[in-house]
C-alpha cells in the first residue's frame, strides 16, 4: 500500500525565516511520482512540483526548493524568506506509475508567515 | 472561464435533499477526478473518468453519484447524505491516459471546490 506521511500539522514562522516542511512516503513501487501542492484559503490545489523516481537531483524554483532522498524515502520542501503570501497549506502526494494517476495525498501542514 | 471550475462553491443541504455539483474543466484535458477534502484527513480520491469511462470508484457509497456526459463536465450527484459528508469536494483534471501507455504522468488540476454543509 502507499502512504504518504506529513508529520508537521502546523507552522508558524515569522516573515524572511526559512521553513522546511517535511513528507516521508512508503510505497514498494519502484516507479513513482512525488508532488508537492498548495492550497490558499481560496481552496484550489496549486501545483508545485513534480518529481519521478528516477530523478534525485534537488531542484530550485525561487524562494522554493526540494530534497528528494530516497534512501529515506523521503521529499521535502524548503521555503527561503518566507512571505506572507506563502500562508497556505501544502500537501505530498505520491502516485504511482498506473497509467490512471491515482494521487495518494498526506494530511498537509498548514503554514502560517506573520509579518 | 479558464482552467477547472466548480459550481456552487458552497452548498447546505438537508439529510433527504438530492442536490448535484458541477465540474467543468477548459483545459482540452480527457480526465476528470473527484476528491473529497475533509478536516484533518488526507484528500481522498472518489472517482475518476479517463476518456469519459469511469475507471476507479474507490468504495464511495452509492449516495453519490459520478457523471460525465463528456470529456469537459462532470457532476457529482447527492441524495439522502449524512452529516459526516460535510467536506470540501474538489474536481480535478488531466490529460487522458491509454491503458499501458508506459511511463507517462499527465498533471492533475484543480478547482477550487464546493464546501458542502449536511445539516
Known amino acids: 500500500a502507499q502512504k504518504v506521511t506529513q508529520a508537521q500539522t502546523e507552522i508558524s514562522v515569522v516573515e524572511k525565516e526559512d521553513v522546511t516542511l517535511d513528507c516521508v512516503y512508503e510505497?514498494?513501487?519502484?516507479?513513482?511520482?512525488l508532488f508537492w501542492y498548495k492550497q490558499p484559503p481560496s481552496g484550489e490545489l496549486v501545483f508545485l512540483i513534480r518529481?519521478?523516481?528516477?530523478?534525485?537531483q534537488n531542484e530550485i524554483s525561487g524562494r522554493y526548493s526540494w530534497n528528494f532522498q530516497k534512501s529515506t524515502s523521503s521529499f521535502n520542501f524548503t521555503i527561503t524568506a518566507s512571505q506572507v503570501v506563502d500562508s497556505a497549506v501544502y500537501f505530498c502526494?505520491?502516485?504511482?506509475?498506473?497509467?490512471?494517476?491515482?494521487?495518494?495525498f498526506g494530511t498537509g501542514t498548514r503554514l502560517l508567515v506573520s509579518p | 472561464e479558464t482552467g477547472v471550475t466548480q459550481t456552487p462553491r458552497h452548498l447546505v443541504m438537508g439529510m433527504t435533499n438530492k442536490k448535484s455539483l458541477k465540474c467543468e474543466q477548459h483545459?482540452?484535458?480527457?480526465?476528470m477526478y473527484w476528491y473529497k477534502q475533509s478536516a484533518k484527513k488526507p484528500l481522498e480520491l472518489m472517482f475518476v473518468y479517463n476518456f469519459k469511462e469511469q475507471t476507479e470508484n474507490n468504495s464511495v457509497p452509492s449516495r453519490f453519484s459520478p457523471e460525465c456526459p463528456n470529456s469537459s463536465h462532470l457532476f457529482l450527484h447527492l441524495h439522502t447524505l449524512q452529516p459526516e459528508d460535510s467536506a470540501l469536494y474538489l474536481c480535478?483534471?488531466?490529460?487522458?491516459?491509454?491503458?499501458?501507455?508506459?511511463?507517462?504522468?499527465?498533471?492533475?488540476?484543480f478547482g477550487p471546490g464546493t464546501r458542502l454543509t449536511v445539516l
Open positions: 510505497t514498494r513501487d519502484t516507479t513513482y511520482y
Open positions: 483545459l482540452g484535458h480527457n480526465a
Open positions: 518529481r519521478n523516481s528516477f530523478d534525485e
Open positions: 480535478a483534471s488531466s490529460q487522458g491516459s491509454y491503458r499501458g501507455s508506459g511511463s507517462s504522468y499527465n498533471e492533475q488540476f
Open positions: 502526494a505520491l502516485s504511482l506509475n498506473t497509467g490512471f494517476q491515482k494521487l495518494v
